[in-house]
């Protein structure tokens, strides 16, 4: 009975993610915005999120879920660049330089963050 349980709750929390991203799809076909619908259902889900309620217990299951098996979605892309053979070889300079920037970037911006957190904290 247990594992029916848990299967049950997965499955509505799965529902209830499916509903938003549905729901951001809606948003952006009514109003004609530039973004993805699935970037807005998580926006309108975030939005919904930061509101004290027993929300997050229902999708906590299945997102950590989600989350833990998380490089599985990259899968796909990896497998592709396989069969790309001369034509990633060519940007393979241009996409290491990316990497790198953007792994500096991404070093540089948390750090400023993280000392102005710390700063706005100690006061």
Same mark, same amino acid.
């Given at each position: &009975?247990?594992?029916?349980? =848990?299967? #049950?709750? #997965?499955? *509505?929390? +799965?529902?209830? @993610?499916? +509903?938003? =991203? !549905?729901?951001g799809?809606? $948003?952006?076909? !009514? ?8 970037? &807005? ?7 919904? #999120? ?6 997050? *217990?229902?999708? %906590?299951?299945?997102?950590? *879920?989600?989350?833990? /098996? +998380?490089? @599985? ?13 001369p034509?990633?070889?060519? =940007?393979?300079?241009?996409? &290491?330089? $990316?990497?790198?920037?953007?792994? #500096? ?5 948390m ?6 957190? %710390?700063?706005?904290? /100690?006061?």
């Amino acid at each position: &009975m247990a594992i029916i349980a =848990q299967g #049950l709750s #997965l499955i *509505r929390g +799965l529902a209830v @993610l499916v +509903l938003f =991203q !549905w729901l951001g799809e809606l $948003v952006v076909s !009514w109003t004609g915005m530039m973004i993805p619908g699935p970037l &807005m259902g998580m926006l309108i889900l975030l939005t919904f #999120l930061a509101y004290p309620s027993g929300f997050a *217990r229902v999708i %906590e299951p299945v997102s950590a *879920r989600l989350i833990q /098996n +998380l490089s @599985l979605v990259f899968i796909p892309a990896c497998v592709g660049v396989f069969f790309l053979g001369p034509a990633i070889s060519l =940007q393979i300079p241009l996409l &290491m330089l $990316v990497v790198v920037l953007s792994t #500096l970037v991404a070093i540089i911006f948390m750090t400023v963050l993280i000392k102005a957190i %710390e700063t706005t904290k /100690n006061g």
